[in-house]
């Protein structure tokens, strides 16, 4: 487990992540909190100087389990709590929701939980399961953000693509009115039925852009590029990862059947990017590559770009 990651469960298989402990079946949400450790809440508590002086404007957030200081936040933060996210979710996806993975970073500072909504659907004759993420901050770093992340079920790439004609997260940050924020989330997030359509409309269009094996080895060495500055061992290694990702476009067993087109070339850069081993495996890679269901990853967007263009 990642040094950062302080508790977390995940259901049956290991996921694509590889974060976590591992449960038989997916819980609800009230076990979830449990299984996940998440089941504390956050007290915000005056701060003082050291001649007993209150400091005005300013809070420490306090987890009741321990005493733990998450951060120093303004008094205008307004916390959400661990269990007030598993409701949220409930919330909008159905009371009964099963939860696939939940879990602590950085000493409870961060936490997520990733759900699987209701419906699969069939695009461009895959399985797309789509998942719901909640991370949230209790140290005063980060907004709240809840996103769908779709994943291919086949090898378990995500497809979080950045489309310019749906949405696919939203943010807040920790101030205002927090109950009307996340009323709006919830409306926000119906919309993701639009998203899935819009996904598979794209995955249409895409596999009707047929693509050379010349271009494929075009674009791997603009998403990898080798600089001019690079030593002699950094360009090792960057050949190194243009052939994992060559492999998994013109060699992966799930693509045969796909054709050579831009819609395999996407999956299989969304393969390397979700699987790839890196060249220097940190502490915190797992969480970060995690992190990225939020927010997307950029080589993903970048090569669904590449070839949206041509």
């Known amino acids: 487990m990642s040094a950062n990651v302080e508790s977390m469960f995940y259901v049956r298989e290991t996921p694509w992540h590889g974060l976590g402990t591992k449960v038989l079946d997916a819980p609800a949400s009230k076990d979830a909190l449990v299984l996940a450790g998440l089941d504390w809440r956050v007290l915000q508590e005056p701060i003082y100087t050291s001649a007993e002086e209150v400091i005005d404007g300013y809070k420490a957030n306090v987890r009741d389990s321990d005493r733990r200081v998450l951060g120093v936040v303004t008094d205008r933060y307004k916390v959400i709590q661990n269990d007030e996210a598993f409701a949220f979710t409930d919330g909008l996806l159905g009371e009964g929701v099963k939860y696939e993975t939940a879990g602590s ?35 005063g770093s980060g907004a709240i953000k809840v996103a769908l992340t779709p994943i291919r ?6 497809l979080n693509l950045a489309l310019s004609g749906a949405k696919r997260s939203w943010s807040m940050i920790h101030t205002g009115d927090i109950r009307e924020k996340m009323q709006e989330a919830k409306d926000t997030l119906f919309l993701a039925e639009h998203y899935m359509d819009e996904l598979g409309k794209e995955f249409e269009t895409l596999r009707m852009k047929k693509l050379t094996d010349k271009q494929v080895l075009e674009y791997i060495e603009v998403l990898l590029p080798i600089e001019d500055d690079f030593t002699s061992q950094q360009e090792k290694n960057m050949k190194r990862l243009r052939e994992d990702m060559k492999i998994r476009y013109f060699d992966a067993p799930d693509l045969q059947g796909v054709g050579k087109n831009a819609y395999r070339f996407v999956n299989a850069v969304s393969d390397f990017a979700t699987h790839a081993e890196p060249l220097r495996r940190t502490a915190n890679y797992k969480e970060n590559l995690f992190s990225r269901t939020v927010d997307g990853n950029p080589v993903i967007d970048k090569a669904y770009q590449m070839v949206r263009a041509a």
């Open 105 to 139: 970073l950085q000493g409870g500072r961060r936490v997520w939980l990733l759900a699987h909504m209701p419906h699969e659907y069939i695009i461009s004759g895959e399985r797309i399961s789509p998942y719901l993420l909640f991370s949230n901050t209790h140290d």
């Open 153 to 158: 079920v086949v090898c378990q790439n995500t």
